[in-house]
């Protein structure tokens, strides 16, 4: 699975937590993962900000996985009815 391929699971999980990149070449960098590694946001030079993004993330977990739901469900419908306007005569 791609970087990017996981949008379009619906298995967005909370433990949300911040990882801290860093190397010479690009210098340092603040990542938001959730509770499977996948990459959600990232920034650099915001490390108090990336902390208290992903505390306030933690708090409104559920809330955050059932709006995740919601769009996914949201984007297949669409997909679906994309492509029966095209086939309609």
Do not use: Q
Request: proline fraction near 3%.
């Amino acid at each position: 699975m791609g970087r990017n391929d996981w949008t379009d699971s619906p298995t967005l999980k909370a433990p949300f937590a911040v990882f801290h990149y860093g190397n010479e070449f690009v210098g340092e960098w603040f990542t938001v993962l959730d509770g499977e590694g996948r990459h959600i946001t990232h920034d650099f030079h915001a490390e108090k900000f990336m902390n208290e993004l992903c505390a306030v993330m933690n708090e409104n977990a559920n809330r955050l996985v059932n709006a995740w739901k919601c769009d996914v469900e949201n984007k297949k419908r669409n997909k679906k009815c994309r492509k029966g306007e095209r086939t309609s005569p």
